[in-house]
């Protein structure tokens, strides 16, 4: 408040008001203001009654306790659940708070005091202030730099350990887990298990720039690894990696590790494990502690804080975890096959000698070409060099061959005509392996397409008049020589010529008796 009392009687003993405003730390344009409303209201010192600051206020300056008293007191927890949102700052909630008390003729706070009501609030009655981060909007994960041990039970080797470490920065609610290696595997398996612990995804995930996570690190467009893209896509969440060389920009997950080293790591540092379950549950207690903690400088802890502050802003879990695959690269060869783990799967024969993008997964083999997936197939398990092909990836002859069979022959030479389908019905006959009656029929339906298959009705039609066991080797013969071509007619005409010959030593049947 400011000084009255003291203004008015340095005023009154000839001091300038550039002293006064020196000495009570006034700027020069309120202590004017002060001493002209004075000699308006005919008020001087020494005063006749005693008179305290907040009195001279009120004589003086009527409209500022009325101001006071009819400003309108902003909604502290209406600010809090709104600063929750995305894109919500206390600068644009002032704002509306500002136009809603004009077009209610009331008098509204200031932005700092506005700020005020609002620091004090949160301070006293809630776990976090939601200034610089929303719930649920972030995830910082990183690698401790400092790693526990397992120790080997036939050698008593140290096995290293690499510990991972998640934190909300809202709510401070942490996840660690320890790992045997830092790939790929193991940076997936860490976050699908720290979504499942959190019962929920953020918006966004802030890594480091490691291998594993980033390829290329880049501070406009960095490249991402493709397994932990997808992942992120399955969880509908979005990866943005932190600067190289920027550790502010992930701080939480920063100080959570120097916080990790102290009350995890450094307080299983005496005790004995030899696998790795076993050293992950001793972990996950410590952890609970960790989280447990009541804060230092207000109520509450994390486990609390993430519950009743952040967990309704997470997003919900997919209905299946993420499926941890392996992108590899392969070339489709001639006989329309990629090799993955000495293993051989079929793609359309449209893309032989193409190089395609091979996602592995546990159970599934998918086969891309630009993004397209062009091939699907259960992943192939046991003895190296086993095949999964699909029909439908085979060239047209090949496809015949695959449903080659008794069946389909008979079928086919149906088709063709009555002597065409004896003859194979009587090849089939012929051999005692199935096998080998198929490779005849097969002979047959080439010569078929060689000479067509009315030429080839014919020429079975030729073998049956003279045998009941035709042989393809007789049916080559005859297409080959052109004897197909000598119809029923013209074989009658041959008889008859020869019967009535001029010659006469050629007998005929009659002179033998014959009919």
């Not at 300038?16 to 004075?38: D, E, K, L, M, Y």
């Not at 969880?235 to 920009?249: E, F, L, M």
Request: charged share 25%.
């Amino acid at each position: 408040m400011v000084k009255y009392r003291e203004i008015l009687r340095l005023h009154a003993q000839g001091v300038t008001q550039r002293g006064i405003a020196s000495s009570c730390g006034h700027s020069r344009t309120t202590i004017r203001n002060v001493v002209n409303r004075a000699e308006e209201k005919d008020l001087s010192w020494p005063f006749e009654t005693n008179l305290t600051d907040s009195d001279i206020q009120n004589l003086l300056f009527p409209e500022k306790h009325q101001s006071i008293d009819f400003r309108k007191k902003p909604d502290c927890e209406y600010i809090h659940k709104e600063l929750a949102k995305s894109g919500v700052t206390l600068s644009l909630l002032w704002n509306e708070y500002s136009l809603n008390c004009r077009e209610n003729n009331e008098i509204p706070y200031g932005y700092r005091q506005f700020c005020r009501f609002y620091h004090n609030y949160a301070i006293k009655t809630k776990a976090t202030m939601r200034i610089k981060r929303k719930p649920g909007e972030i995830l910082e994960v990183d690698w401790a730099g400092q790693t526990m041990h397992l120790t080997d039970n036939l050698t008593g080797e140290a096995i290293p350990v690499y510990v991972f470490v998640s934190t909300l920065p809202c709510s401070q609610y942490s996840y660690v887990e320890g790992f045997l290696t830092m790939n790929t595997e193991s940076w997936i398996t860490a976050h699908i298990n720290a979504f499942q612990f959190y019962g929920g995804v953020p918006r966004v995930i802030v890594p480091d720039n490691l291998k594993t996570g980033v390829i290329k690190a880049s501070r406009t467009e960095p490249i991402i690894n493709t397994t932990y893209q997808e992942m992120a896509e399955h969880y509908q969440s979005t990866i943005i990696p932190a600067r190289v060389r920027h550790p502010k920009d992930k701080p939480s997950a920063e100080g959570t590790v120097g916080h990790i080293s102290t009350w995890i790591i450094a307080s299983l540092r005496h005790e004995t494990f030899f696998s790795l379950s076993e050293l992950n549950k001793a972990i996950h207690e410590k952890l609970k502690e960790y989280n447990l903690r009541p804060f230092q400088k207000r109520d509450g802890n994390r486990q609390t804080a993430y519950i009743e502050e952040e967990k309704f802003a997470m997003a919900p879990l997919p209905a299946s975890p993420y499926e941890i695959a392996t992108w590899q690269k392969a070339t489709v060869q001639y006989d329309y096959h990629i090799n993955i783990n000495k293993m051989y799967y079929s793609v359309p024969y449209d893309y032989i000698k193409h190089q395609v993008d091979v996602r592995v997964t546990r159970n599934i083999i998918e086969v891309f070409y630009k993004s397209l997936r062009i091939a699907s197939h259960k992943k192939l398990t046991g003895k190296p060099g086993q095949f999964s092909t699909v029909p439908d990836h085979m060239p047209k002859e090949h496809q015949q061959y695959i449903d080659f069979n008794q069946e389909y022959v008979l079928k086919w030479a149906r088709s063709v005509g009555e002597y065409t389908f004896k003859t194979a019905e009587s090849i089939l006959a012929s051999y005692q392996s199935e096998k080998q009656g198929l490779k005849s029929c097969l002979g047959l339906i080439k010569l078929g397409d060689k000479h067509s298959i009315e030429r080839l009705e014919m020429a079975c039609e030729k073998t049956l008049s003279y045998t009941h066991r035709p042989t393809l080797k007789s049916i080559q013969t005859i297409l080959k020589t052109g004897q197909e071509k000598v119809t029923k007619e013209e074989r009658k005409k041959s008889t008859k010529q020869n019967n009535g010959s001029s010659y006469g030593f050629t007998r005929g049947a009659d002179y033998y008796g014959g009919n």
